[in-house]
């Protein structure tokens, strides 16, 4: 009973999060979870279906918002790369955390001091770091945020192309999870997706419709830099 309340109350917290800007269940529910002693393939049996859904919802009204130079680097580079890193998780032991967080502060201070890290960022080198983080750690969508909070776009294509890639990496990891043997669905997770569900629908009516772009911009922003001292802090 205790277990299945702390699960409930990471997918309303992350969830809320997610239905603002597009990633937090898997970036903040995976270290919490792991936290408290779940396997890493537990884990992401129950918290994928809820991202996967979740994101879903966000870009099919809006999928013609989805950036086509984006979604063709996410196929050709991105997704394999989740797929093989995955299928080698269990024999890899190395640890991104620290190195994602002091990047993800420098991204963030980067935005608010208008620096101009588009090199960086749009590199292959990133893109590929990227599917290589998410495929071992589950939080290459902090890197894929950063990817995307450089873009002069307004917050519903901002939130759309998000989504997009994050559903992509979700029914990426999925597949991979069955094709390898690791998938383990139960009748606890089918309450999970619909705790996400209704959440999404809340937050997505009454707190991210009524943010402006300005707000919106600052929220990436700040989570950036919040997650990237929670990585830090959680690690040292």
């Not at 309303?12 to 393939?41: A, D």
């Not at 984006?70 to 196929?75: C, D, E, G, I, S």
């Not at 101009?116 to 998410?134: D, F």
């Not at 209704?198 to 700040?222: C, G, P, Q, R």
Request: contains cysteine; charged residues 10%.
């Amino acid at each position: 009973m205790e277990e299945s309340f702390l699960i409930a109350s990471i997918v309303i917290i992350t969830s809320v999060i997610q239905s603002l800007v597009g990633i937090g269940v898997l970036l903040f529910g995976t270290p919490l979870m792991l936290i408290l002693g779940f396997n890493y393939f537990e884990l992401l049996n129950i918290l994928l279906p809820i991202s996967l859904i979740i994101n879903f919802f966000q870009f099919i009204n809006d999928y013609k918002s989805i950036d086509k130079e984006l979604a063709f680097k996410l196929v050709t580079m991105v997704l394999p790369l989740i797929a093989i890193i995955l299928t080698l998780a269990k024999y890899i032991q190395f640890d991104f955390s620290i190195g994602i967080g002091v990047f993800l502060i420098f991204i963030s201070i980067s935005k608010v001091l208008n620096f101009n890290i588009k090199s960086i960022v749009e590199g292959r080198l990133y893109l590929a770091a990227m599917g290589v983080v998410h495929g071992l750690t589950n939080l290459g969508g902090s890197l894929l945020a950063g990817y995307v909070s450089i873009k002069d776009w307004n917050k519903i294509k901002t939130r759309t192309n998000i989504a997009f890639c994050y559903f992509s990496f979700a029914l990426t990891q999925l597949i991979t999870l069955f094709v390898n043997d690791k998938s383990d669905f139960n009748k606890n997770n089918i309450i999970y997706i619909f705790v996400g569900i209704i959440i999404y629908f809340l937050a997505n009516k009454y707190i991210f419709k009524e943010i402006n772009e300005s707000k919106f911009s600052n929220i990436v922003t700040v989570l950036l830099f919040i997650f990237g001292i929670i990585l830090i802090t959680i690690n040292l």
